[in-house]
């Protein structure tokens, strides 16, 4: 029924008009973002696949998140957001992680500037070395994927090898349907096709189907913005 | 990038094919539904849909669940899932009520077969009355509205009303782009046109409207299936 659910299309536009409006600090950070690398910033998560993380994180209440892809903190913001209006003892702490330390400084600054300078904590590092040294006694309730898109499955199977997720954590992965490219590479029989398809979209179906089969995670993956899989532990 | 989102485009199966499946007893209950009566059983979520919302579920964990139009008690089941698995000293409850009679019964005995009816109570009673008579103090975690199409808006304003939602309790609208006939509604402008669309699609429209204004909640409209608007209270 609906259209192409892409950022132009007539039902986002309608939806976006019609969710809370993205916050004026959130604005000028993405803004920003566009001007100094147009190409670059189109990696950022819409303004609507925020305010719907944003609910996310506000309905599950996590205590401790870990992101993986920091870019310029414009997602990290948006998850900081649902953790500020989170009651509890101790506040709710996110870190997130950057490979490149100029734009890892920028997030800083961002971050800095938005006032979320105790709740989020940037880390210049890979998302590889980050699930490696991570502590497994400190359990991640939430973990947004969002780094190196032709390593999703490294970055699962450390978090689940490792034990790293809380009892009702969850697990979320972006671009899993990577630009449309990656549902046409099966057929009506449900048989994988070497057809056409970038690596990364390759990648990404092998990824799919790897926790689809792995009996320790129920997982549903959404045909909405770019592909995102939720992943949980089976109790 | 995706395709249009509904039931038969490739990234809709693609998404259900990679998703956790159907379980068996969801799977038969939907199925006789579809032989029984055709037209109506399209009334019913989408296998993904449920999968989407068991996990929302699982997440938020919440003790007290309100379903508003039960049909065969196919969507209430998939809640129910979710919420059997939840921890918790006392066991989280689910009411769904339906306004005729004889749907009601059969939705009470798919409900047995299921081996749910300690979790879920079917009421045969219209969504309003229930509404009106439910008791303030029995605060709701989870509303899903799926009721009588043109009746949002009451439902709405005697949850927010009456007080009756929990202080993270959340509430999910279904069909609010009606069958892709309510975005087309606004013009590039964001005025909305008096153009065409079905009665149900104006009605909607100006649903979310109410909603977008309120100052009591904040939501987010997800363009999948065929529309879900999450609503929060603001804290
Ligand atoms: C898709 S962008 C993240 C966008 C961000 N999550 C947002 O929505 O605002 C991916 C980021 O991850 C970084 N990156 C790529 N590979 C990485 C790796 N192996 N470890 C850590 N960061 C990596 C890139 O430099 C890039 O800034
Ligand atoms: C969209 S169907 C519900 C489908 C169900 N939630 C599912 O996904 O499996 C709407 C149901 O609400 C019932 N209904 C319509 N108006 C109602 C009202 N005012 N109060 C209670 N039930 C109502 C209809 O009889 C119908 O069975």
């Given at each position: 029924f609906l259209d192409d659910g892409g950022s132009n299309g007539g039902a986002y536009q309608y939806s976006l008009r019609h969710s809370?409006?993205?916050?004026p600090v959130l604005a000028s950070i993405r803004e920003a973002a566009l001007v100094r690398d147009p190409v670059e910033a189109q990696k950022m998560i819409s303004p609507l696949q925020g305010a719907f993380m944003r609910h996310l994180v506000r309905s599950q209440r996590p205590q401790t998140v870990l992101e993986l892809?920091?870019?310029?903190?414009y997602s990290a913001l948006w998850l900081a957001h649902g953790l500020q209006s989170l009651p509890g003892l101790s506040p709710p702490k996110l870190w997130t992680c950057e490979r490149d330390s100029g734009i890892a400084n920028l997030a800083k600054d961002n971050i800095k500037a938005a006032g979320l300078a105790d709740t989020v904590h940037v880390l210049n590092a890979s998302a590889k070395h980050v699930l490696e040294e991570w502590?497994?006694?400190?359990?991640?309730?939430l973990v947004f994927v969002d780094a190196n898109k032709s390593a999703c499955q490294l970055y699962y199977d450390l978090i689940m090898d490792r034990d790293?997720?809380?009892?009702h954590g969850q697990i979320i992965v972006d671009n899993v349907l990577f630009h449309g490219q990656?549902?046409?590479?099966?057929g009506d029989s449900g048989v994988s096709s070497a057809?056409?398809?970038?690596n990364i979209a390759h990648k990404m179906h092998r990824f799919n189907e790897h926790v689809a089969i792995d009996q320790r995670t129920d997982q549903v993956l959404l045909p909405m913005f770019d592909g995102l899989l939720l992943i949980q532990r089976v109790k």
């Open positions: 809370q409006p993205e916050p892809g920091c870019y310029v903190g502590d497994s006694q400190q359990k991640l309730d790293l997720l809380s009892d990656v549902h046409p590479l099966i057809g056409p398809g970038s």
